[in-house]
């Protein structure tokens, strides 16, 4: 069957070696691990005590490892144009928020002058 994912099948014996028969309290036996199934990332074993002949059962093992997602460096709604803009600035300090604060606070009813200029001029 296979290669039987890099050693995931061995790695499968070694862990239910280290598990006891619950009826006859010996360890399970390399010979009473069965590989019934191999599929992209997963492994079906049969699992039979050696000495008593009761099963354990049957076990679905995954064996791929899921990977890390990168961790995002901005936003999830940051737009492409957003990300372009503003990535690699430095983050927003709690004086940064101050002072827009005071900025706010002091604009008088010609506020519209901070405003940036778009479209033709008339």
């Known amino acids: 069957m296979g290669n039987l994912h890099g050693g995931s099948f061995q790695a499968i014996q070694e862990y239910f070696q280290q598990k006891e028969c619950r ?3 010996h360890p ?3 010979d009473g691990i ?7 990332g997963v492994l079906v074993v049969r ?3 050696s000495t008593c002949g009761h099963p354990l059962g049957v076990a ?3 064996t791929t490892p899921k990977t890390a997602k990168a961790q995002s460096t901005h936003p999830r709604d940051w737009t492409k144009r957003d990300r372009d803009r503003l990535v690699g600035l430095p983050p927003i300090t709690y004086d940064d928020v101050l002072n827009a604060h005071q ?12 405003l940036p200029r778009v479209g033709k001029a008339s």
């Not at 706010?104 to 002058?113: E, G, H, Q």
Request: aromatic share 16%.
């Open 23 to 25: 009826f006859c309290s």
């Open 28 to 30: 399970f036996k390399a």
């Open 34 to 40: 069965q590989l019934l199934r191999e599929e992209p």
């Open 47 to 49: 699992v039979t005590c």
């Open 60 to 62: 679905i093992v995954g």
């Open 103 to 114: 900025f706010f606070k002091s604009l008088d009813t010609d506020w519209r002058k901070h």
